[in-house]
């Protein structure tokens, strides 16, 4: 007799298990499916040389993703974004983009530059994970597949645009160009600057080459010296620009530089000075507080609040404007699966974000106007034209 208690107490014990584990699996099926969030992944510099695009870009980020989810999040989910600080390291980038994929994020924003957006591509396409830089402005990215997205400015249209507006505005008829060797980002917007700078007459009488993280210009700049010239075409990045420039005035020369966003970031006129004054830049996006109206108005009051009321530049806008064209997306397809709101991005038409109005074209390009042409005054970038894009 006890021997068949002991079996009736083991059996009801199994059975009282297989009813919890039961229980337990009708629970954790969502959790397998995605859980309660949807995880974006950030992909950038936090540290390192690129610091400041990587901050800025998560900030907006960050800003989008507190007010989708305040708003009731995306598909009955909470947003969230992992965190991927390859610390402006090249070599280091394509660890930290696989590492994003294995935690199962549902897109990547980033990176803020060409030369990794590209590295970072050519693993989210096969892994079949939406890339979407707040960046990256250069010739190769989107190319790599049906993945891959943008929603900067292109240098294709910016830097003609710009050209003109020196040649026909600041009758500039001569440049000095200056490109970072090695540099995909670069050597890119040089590659579009020539035959823009030929199509308006301007004729290149000077070029010299340098290296990402060199400090000491003096070689180019006394071979510039030789020359007559009416502003420099500078095609790097924001350090060298800086120091280029103080080396130009060490020597005594007088010109201004003009280039891409690649310049854009309070470390140009921080490091660079007296040296940097009147300093143009061009991005897609800058806040022009005579017309700034609507969501975008909206932004950067928000974004003031939260940084001491500093004025935002085209990183965290951009990346605010990523977040919410990939949560709306998701909305459209009612699916966080990237291959299934991929095609609900391509749609993308007419889509106001705070950075203007976005259209991807037929190969997923961004089609956005206009151009804001940046000065540096003092210890800030200030708006010196709004140059619209003709097609």
Sequence with gaps: MKKNRYLLVLVALLALALMAAGCGGAKETPKAAGGDTIKIGFLGGLTGGHAHYGIETLK????????????GGVNGKKL????????????EAANVTQKLITQ????????????????????????????LSAGAVGPGVVEIGDYIYRDTLLDAVAAPAVTRYLAEDLKWKKVALVTTTGLSYSEGLTSIFKPALAKYGMEIVAEQSIMEKDTNFSAQVTAL????????????YYTEGALFMKEMRKQGLNQVMAGGDGLLGKELYELGENAVQGSMVYAGFAVDTQNATGKTKEFIEKYKAKNNNALPDMFPAQGYDAVMLLADAMKAAN???PTVFKDKLAQTKDWQGVTGTITFDEKREPIKSPVYLQEVKGQAFAVKAVIPITQ
């Design 104 to 131: 199962k994020v549902s897109a990547i924003v980033g990176d803020p530059t060409t030369g990794i957006t590209k590295s970072a591509a050519q693993i989210c396409q096969p892994a079949k994970v939406v890339l």
């Design 335 to 337: 699916s966080s699966d």
């Design 225 to 236: 010296s030789q020359k007559q010239f009416d502003g420099v075409v500078f095609t790097g």
């Design 80 to 91: 969230e974004i992992v965190q991927g600080d390859h610390g402006s390291n090249s070599s």
């Design 60 to 71: 907006g980020m960050q800003m989008a993703v507190d007010d989708i989810n305040s708003a």
